[in-house]
C-alpha cells in the first residue's frame, strides 16, 4: 500500500458527460501528480501540484482540469468526455517540489466512456 | 524521438532466470532514475531509485545507469512467477521539470 488513495475505482460514463477523480496523497507529501494510462499510449504525464499550486502541465486537455484543496487532496475533472477519455488515470504524491523526489502511485481510477 | 525508449516485449522467461530489461533516452540532464513495477490494473510500485551513475543492489534486483551512454538496466536474478509484470523506467532532472518521464513499460512473464 503506497498510501495514496483514489476514489472511484472504478467509473463508467456515456459520452459528453463530466467525472470529478479524486486523490488523498501520502500523509505528509504536498506534491500531487495525475498521470493517464492508456493502451497504445503508456503513462502520461497531465499535471502537477505543490501545496496547492498549479507547478507543470503536461498533455492535459483543455477539457480536463485539476485543483489542489489546502487539505492537500486533489481533484481531476474531466468534462465532456469523448470514447477516447476511457483510461486508467493515476494519482501519484511527493514530499517536495521536484521529480528528484520518490512519487509514489495510487491504485488508478478505471474510466470507461461507453 | 521520444525522451526514453523502452523495449515493450513482451519478454517470457523460465522461473529461476536472470532478467534484463533496459531503457535508452535522449535527454542528457536526467539526473533521477528509477524503475517501478506495475502489476495488471494495478498502480506502479517503486522498485529502485538511483540517483546519477553507478549500480544500485536490493535483494535480487539491481539497477545499472551509464549515462555516459545514456542507457540504464534493470536486472532480476533468480526470477519467480511473482516477478511476472510490466516494468516501467522513469527519469527525471532537477533543473525545474517537475514530472517525471516514463517508459512505455516491458511486459515480463516468469514461467514456473
Known amino acids: 500500500d503506497s498510501g495514496v488513495t483514489q476514489t472511484p475505482k472504478h467509473l463508467i460514463t456515456a459520452t459528453g458527460q463530466r467525472v470529478t477523480l479524486r486523490c488523498s496523497p501520502r500523509?505528509?507529501?504536498?506534491?500531487v501528480y495525475w498521470y493517464q494510462q492508456s493502451l497504445d499510449q503508456g503513462l502520461q504525464f497531465l499535471i502537477h501540484?505543490?501545496?496547492?499550486?498549479?507547478?507543470a502541465k503536461g498533455n492535459i486537455l483543455e477539457r480536463f482540469s485539476a485543483q489542489q484543496f489546502p487539505d492537500l487532496h486533489s481533484e481531476l475533472n474531466l468534462s465532456s468526455l469523448e470514447l477516447g477519455d476511457s483510461a486508467l488515470y493515476f494519482c501519484?504524491?511527493?514530499?517536495?517540489?521536484?521529480?528528484?523526489?520518490?512519487?509514489?502511485f495510487g491504485e488508478g481510477s478505471w474510466l470507461t466512456v461507453v | 524521438q521520444k525522451e526514453v525508449e523502452q523495449d515493450p516485449g513482451p519478454l517470457s522467461v523460465p522461473e529461476g532466470a536472470i532478467v534484463s530489461l533496459n531503457c535508452t533516452y535522449s535527454?542528457?540532464?536526467?539526473?533521477?532514475f528509477m524503475w517501478y513495477r506495475q502489476y495488471s490494473r494495478k498502480g506502479p510500485e517503486l522498485l529502485m531509485y538511483t540517483y546519477s551513475s553507478g549500480n544500485k543492489e536490493d535483494g535480487r534486483f539491481t539497477a545499472q545507469v551509464d549515462k555516459s551512454s545514456k542507457y540504464i538496466s534493470l536486472f532480476i536474478r533468480d526470477s519467480q512467477p511473482s516477478d511476472s509484470a510490466t516494468y516501467l523506467c522513469a527519469m527525471g532532472d532537477q533543473t525545474g521539470a517537475n514530472n517525471l518521464f516514463f517508459g512505455t513499460g516491458t511486459r515480463l512473464t516468469v514461467i514456473p
Open positions: 501519484a504524491s511527493s514530499a517536495g517540489r521536484s521529480s528528484g523526489n520518490t512519487i509514489y
Open positions: 535527454n542528457s540532464a536526467f539526473q533521477y
Open positions: 500523509s505528509g507529501d504536498l506534491s
Open positions: 501540484y505543490y501545496n496547492g499550486e498549479e507547478r
